[in-house]
């Protein structure tokens, strides 16, 4: 069964910095791009990163270029979003996926709060 378990959210300050990171579990982890989107409360959701399978090739939105960086390490089945300069727009649950045999799977997510 594939598992994603995201963490490390929580309430910071703008300007501030967080690590989420996404555990996976149920398949070959280091065979699979993996990516992070986010939904800001009463809006849609909003892809982030994507990084490919092994680690070589990173991918942002415009809107996190330059603040974010998506990473992975493979022999910890574990996905990482390094979060920096944080602004409240960048309120959200973030939610890790990854797409397996054509099937897309998600987390639970982990919410991420900016505020003075």
């Known amino acids: 069964e594939v598992q994603l378990v995201e963490s490390g959210g929580g309430l910071v300050r703008p300007g501030g910095s967080l690590r989420l990171s996404c555990a996976a579990s149920g398949f070959t982890f280091g065979s699979y791009d993996m990516s992070w989107v986010r939904q800001a409360p009463g809006k849609g959701p909003e892809w982030v990163s994507a990084?490919?399978?092994?680690?070589?090739?990173?991918y942002y939105a415009a809107s996190v270029k330059g603040r974010f960086t998506i990473s992975r390490d493979n022999a910890k089945n574990t996905l990482y979003l390094q979060m920096t300069s944080l602004k409240p727009e960048d309120t959200a649950v973030y939610y890790c996926?990854?797409?397996?045999?054509?099937?897309?799977?998600w987390g639970k997510g982990t919410l991420v709060t900016v505020s003075s």
């Open positions: 990084i490919n399978s092994g680690g070589g090739s990173t």
């Open positions: 996926n990854a797409l397996v045999g054509y099937i897309h799977y």
